[in-house]
């Protein structure tokens, strides 16, 4: 059975269902995974909620018809209208960091909820009569007429995003010229021209879905390119303090104090924004930290502890007096690490694996024993030895099978000296030795009889 898809299908389901869901792929992103300073980061989360409600409930609508239908209809364009575009303007207004009067910031939220009643009863009035009365005409200052709220709404967009965000545009183009920013209005302009067209031409009334889904583009590039500038920024800041640390200097409080007065700075003060960033450095310092050689258990338990007490910090100051403590902590670490722990490292490692040979373990476990990281632990051991851990391994386990295969099997030396398989066991064998398994045994039986 072939399935058709129709027009109407396309239109009223498949359009609305797939465009909502790429706006909720940004809307989670800014949610749960995105923790970037944005300037009107909750308006843009609650107009995005609206405009995947106002999508959806297309579907519903068609759906359910007659006077629910008509219901729908009118509550997702009053929650546009009312809540859904005004929050994105003062959202683009925050982000292209643009000052308004007081006046002006209210306008939208006046503007709005005009609009969606003048849509509502004109559409009610000259359409159906369910839910108001044709005597509510001369409430109008003007008549009324059967296309008298897809004006309404062509006015509402305009007025309310496609001007703005042209206006906001040309001011960024000239001005600012912030990818990130750019990115925001172009989306938000590529909702309103298609909501515009979709009511300049009813026929295509269903392409707002198209600029719904290239809204849902345009921002999650900007949250991609604000991302990437954050780690940009706080990698830096990471390196120059991690210099620091290390630098043998016994009185870097007033340097790590400007450096943290800058990381405040490019958080704008914004506390959650200034904690996420202190969390995120704390953390790479005490990684580098460990890959020094610091204990990795008690290095990991502390940074856990500081980073619960930032995140229950109440201002900014409880949270830099928490980060240069911590820091100085590391500082004295990194100073602290005895210069003949490295030396003995490669010795422990040894001496692990010969205890430990005949057993399954990998270099995760090792490290733990030995209270390093791992990659500080291969590092140092291949620039000792001239091998890797595993070569070593490997190597030391042969030794001990030529051992056992004098009197057992190639089987039951395979399994003895931790291989499971002999059949690997004989490969690596005979890479090592040059010989088989069972070639060496007959070497052995044969010596043994001479």
Known sequence: MELQITSLTFQYFLMPIISSQLLLMVLLYFVVIYRGVLKGRNLFTISLAIFIAFLLCRSA?????????????YLRVSLLFSVGLPCLLS????????????????????????????????????????????????LFPFEPNRSTHRYTAMFGI?????????YLLYRQLIEAKSKITLSFLAGALCFGIFFLLSMFFF???????????LLAGF???????????LKGKTLLLT????????????????????????????????????KLKIRDILSLLTSNTIDAGGNKRELLDRNEAKIKAIAQSKDIQSVRELATSEMLELS?????????RSEHLVEKVKIYIREKYHEQFDTSDLAQQVSVSESYMRRKFKKDTKQTINQYLSEYRIEQAKILLATMSVTDTAFSVGFNDANYFSTVFKKITGQSPTHYQQDLTNNKFK
């Open 332 to 340: 004295e670490a990194i100073q602290n690490i005895p210069t003949n």
């Open 61 to 73: 609508q068609e759906l359910t018809g007659g006077s629910q239908g008509l219901f729908l209809l």
């Open 239 to 274: 390196e120059e303090l991690n210099f620091l640390l290390r630098s043998g200097n016994k009185n870097i409080r007033p340097e790590l104090r400007q450096m943290l007065e800058n990381i405040e700075l490019q958080s704008q003060g914004d506390i959650h924004h200034y």
């Open 91 to 138: 959202a683009l207004f925050l982000q292209s960091k643009i000052d308004m009067h007081k006046l002006l910031w209210v306008a939208p939220y006046i503007l709005g909820p005009l609009t969606s009643v003048i849509y509502v009863l004109s559409h009610d009035i000259t359409h159906h009569e369910i839910f108001f009365s044709a005597s509510i005409k001369p």
């Open 158 to 166: 305009c007025s309310m995003l496609i001007l703005p965000c042209l």
């Open 203 to 213: 026929s295509f009334h269903w392409i707002y879905g198209i600029g719904a889904a």
């Open 219 to 229: 921002w999650g590039w900007a949250v991609y390119l604000d991302i990437n500038e």
